[in-house]
């Protein structure tokens, strides 16, 4: 299997909380991170959390990382139109980083 | 502070021709890499550089892809010949080794082979 998976689609409505979740295989890097990609753009850092981390809150974000299960979260809150875009999980350091396959996030109105 | 520059954003060409993407780093920025973007795919990294040195280029298709970084700045990545299965997006990423994680992204380049 990949290394690291995510799910592909996420259909929320506007104003509610959105859950991305990831798992991944290799527990040895330093930095677990969440990129955003919209259409026609590079990808963008949103967040990242230290691997002995359980949590990180960052204005409406809140990242999860359960380690024993290696399984990575971020939670969108009060989730906008302008939040519609490709989600990447991503494990790395201060090296190269290994992505998902990303996650689609589609709200509507 | 400007971001990671890449040109030209969009190519299409036909497959067996060559072709050539830059990317010009954040300034200061030493580590630059290039990741390759398939469709419905994470990117993928093809080749990182320390400065003009290469620190891994592993999962690079040597047969027909080459990368330099002469004067630890700006890179340029090459495709010679080109097949239909390297039709993607190819990013450029920089960040400040040793002081930071952190990998800039710059918008990248849409290539179609026909």
């Known amino acids: 299997g990949e290394d690291v998976e995510q799910s592909l689609f996420l259909s929320v409505r506007e104003g509610d909380s959105s859950v991305i979740n990831c798992t991944y295989t290799?527990?040895?890097?330093?930095?677990l991170y969440w990129y955003k990609q919209e259409p026609g753009a590079g990808l963008q850092l949103l967040t990242y959390?230290?691997?002995?981390?359980d949590m990180k809150q960052d204005q409406r974000l809140t990242v999860l990382l359960n380690k024993k299960d290696k399984h990575l979260s971020l939670r969108i809150a009060d989730t906008q139109t302008g939040d519609s875009a490709i989600y990447f999980c991503a494990r790395g350091g201060y090296s190269t980083l290994t992505f998902g396959k990303g996650t689609m996030l589609l709200v509507s109105p | 502070e400007a971001g990671v520059a890449q040109s030209p954003r969009y190519k299409i060409i036909e497959k067996r021709q060559s072709v050539a993407f830059w990317c010009n780093p954040i300034?200061?920025?030493?580590?630059l890499y290039w990741y390759q973007q398939i469709l419905g795919q994470g990117p993928k990294l093809l080749i990182q550089f320390q400065n003009n040195g290469v620190v891994d280029d592993s999962q690079l298709p040597k047969d027909r892809f080459s990368a330099e970084r002469l004067k630890g700045v700006d890179s340029t990545l090459k495709i010679q010949p080109a097949k239909l299965e390297d039709s993607a997006v190819y990013l450029c990423?920089?960040?400040?080794?040793?002081?930071?994680?952190?990998?800039?992204f710059g918008p990248g380049t849409r290539l179609t082979v026909l």
């Open positions: 290799d527990s040895s890097s330093t930095y």
């Open positions: 959390i230290f691997s002995n981390m």
């Open positions: 300034s200061g920025h030493a580590t």
């Open positions: 990423a920089s960040t400040v080794p040793g002081q930071g994680h952190e990998q800039f």
